[in-house]
């Protein structure tokens, strides 16, 4: 197999090393492109073409529908694992032991505690701000409150932070669902599981005991696993460039918020059902809206379908599919949304322009219906994926940070106004 490749430019050949991956995954190494060239750039917007790292956290193939974790199968892990043992694996390689496991959730309830003044900041928003913003805002106010810098050097103070940003977190997402609703703000119970807790402290009510439902523990469980790594997505690569600059986790972290947000990212989950109660208040007409998504002049796109590197199917989808209906079924919840929801997945799959695209439905499309069903807040459905996202966000920065990677700075081709004289304003 050939360990080079060839680029023929202005009657001279360059060669450029091939890089193989651990899957065989192989990659043109350009990074003396411009000092070889005398200065050509490459153009790829959307990077659909282009690898920003060498990761060794998450193997996805898209064409086979392969999902792995630290070399394990998503399917095998949303089936035995907990979320705190993937969050474990995910940033730092490997399974825990009994005893890492605990020592490390020790860790994390002893960071559990948010300081009391963030409420103030958390008070100033208006009811209605939606809640991925102030998650973004809170997330990054948290700089001022533990204003030390990480020595990612020291393995100490980035396993300080990691336990830090771990046990906080969930307390920022509780805080904002409960802002929304007008609860008192409420704290964790260290007898309680890592996800346990999160339940805990989003729904205890202020008059009543908190009681654990198994079931919506365990689906709350695997949907973070689920949402827990997915190598370089928009979100993930956010962190890893606004890491870059060296500006600390808690900085990176927010700004991946701000972009996980967007609807064709996470705020996706929030889209689709939104779209799905639009569908059935509309009669649950499905061919009037699958009529609209391939209609060019019209914006509508369906939302939940469609994935820029599955183009077969999304193993994550299927493994939702088949929960949203066990945990339906569980909780004795029949739901119009889960019927529209499979009615248009099947149109979707039966039709020439989906089948044409390879659109097939990913991890949201189901995601909304369980995340009703356990009584979350449509306009929360994004938080839970950023809650779900984090451990992979920080297995991402510290891998970036502990390769030393270089300042992301992508270039341009530039098609501006080529120099030209200033005009005074009174002789424009
Ligand atoms: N509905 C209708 N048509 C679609 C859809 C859709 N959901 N998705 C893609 N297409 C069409 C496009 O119009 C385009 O058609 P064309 O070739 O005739 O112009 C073609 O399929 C390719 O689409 P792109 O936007 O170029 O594909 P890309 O890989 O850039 O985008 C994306 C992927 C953003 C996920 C897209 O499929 C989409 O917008 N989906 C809906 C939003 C969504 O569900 N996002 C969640 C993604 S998963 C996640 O973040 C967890």
């Known amino acids: 197999m050939a360990d080079k490749a060839t680029l023929e430019y202005n009657g001279q ?14 990659a043109i190494d350009i990074k003396t492109l411009r000092s070889v060239t005398g200065g050509l750039t490459t153009i790829d917007p959307g990077y659909k073409n282009t690898g920003s790292c060498e990761s060794g956290i998450t193997f996805l193939d898209g064409e086979k529908g ?16 907990d979320f705190l043992e993937v969050c474990y694996l995910l940033i730092f390689g490997e399974l825990p032991n009994k005893e890492q496991l605990s020592a490390f959730h020790i860790d994390i309830k002893n960071e559990s505690h948010v300081d009391e003044e963030m409420k103030k900041i958390l008070d100033a928003f208006p009811k209605s701000a939606h809640p991925m913003g102030v998650l973004s805002s809170l997330t990054s106010a948290l700089i001022a409150f533990n204003p030390v810098s990480v020595n990612v050097t020291s393995a100490d103070d980035m396993y300080g932070a990691i336990v830090r940003i771990l ?72 962190v890893r460039i606004v890491g870059s600059s060296h500006a600390g986790l808690f900085a990176s972290l927010s700004a991946g918020i701000s972009a996980l947000w967007g609807p064709l990212h996470g ?17 649950g007409d499905t061919k009037k809206y699958m009529a609209k998504a391939k209609d060019k ?10 994935h820029r590197v599955y183009k077969n199917f999304d193993p994550r989808a299927k493994i939702i599919k ?9 909780l004795g919840i029949e739901d119009p949304i889960l019927d529209v929801a499979k009615g248009l997945e099947k149109e979707a799959l039966e039709d020439q322009y989906f089948v044409d695209r390879k659109l097939y439905p990913n991890v949201d499309f189901y995601s909304g219906v369980i995340y009703r069903a356990l009584g979350i807040p449509t306009e929360m459905f994004t938080v ?5 996202r984090l451990p992979g966000w920080i297995a991402q920065w510290r891998e970036m940070r502990l390769r030393n990677e270089p300042i992301g700075r992508p270039r341009q081709v530039y098609i501006g106004e080529t120099f030209r004289s200033f005009v005074e304003v009174d002789k424009r």
């Not at 392969?66 to 694992?81: N, P, Q, T």
């Not at 409420?186 to 989003?202: R, S």
């Not at 002049?297 to 939940?304: E, I, K």
């Open 13 to 26: 050949k360059f060669d450029f090393p091939l890089i193989k991956g651990t899957e065989d995954e192989l």
């Open 66 to 81: 392969i999902l792995r974790y630290r070399g394990y199968s998503i399917e095998e892990l949303a089936e035995k694992a």
């Open 167 to 238: 046990a906080k977190f969930p307390v920022l997402v509780s805080w904002t669902m409960r802002k929304q609703k007008g609860l008192p703000l409420d704290y964790g119970d260290d007898n309680l599981g890592y996800v346990e807790n999160i339940h805990k402290m989003m729904f205890k009510m202020p008059t009543k005991e908190y009681v654990k439902n198994k079931i919506v523990i365990d689906a709350l469980d695997k949907l973070l696993i689920l949402h827990a790594d997915h190598e370089q997505n928009c979100s993930t690569s956010t």
């Open 267 to 283: 705020g996706a989950n929030q889209a689709v059902l939104e779209m799905l109660e639009a569908i059935v208040a509309d009669g």
């Open 297 to 306: 002049s019209d914006p509508f796109r369906l939302m939940g379908f469609g």
């Open 322 to 330: 088949k929960a949203a209906d066990e945990i339906l079924a569980d």
């Open 384 to 388: 839970m994926f950023a809650l779900g």
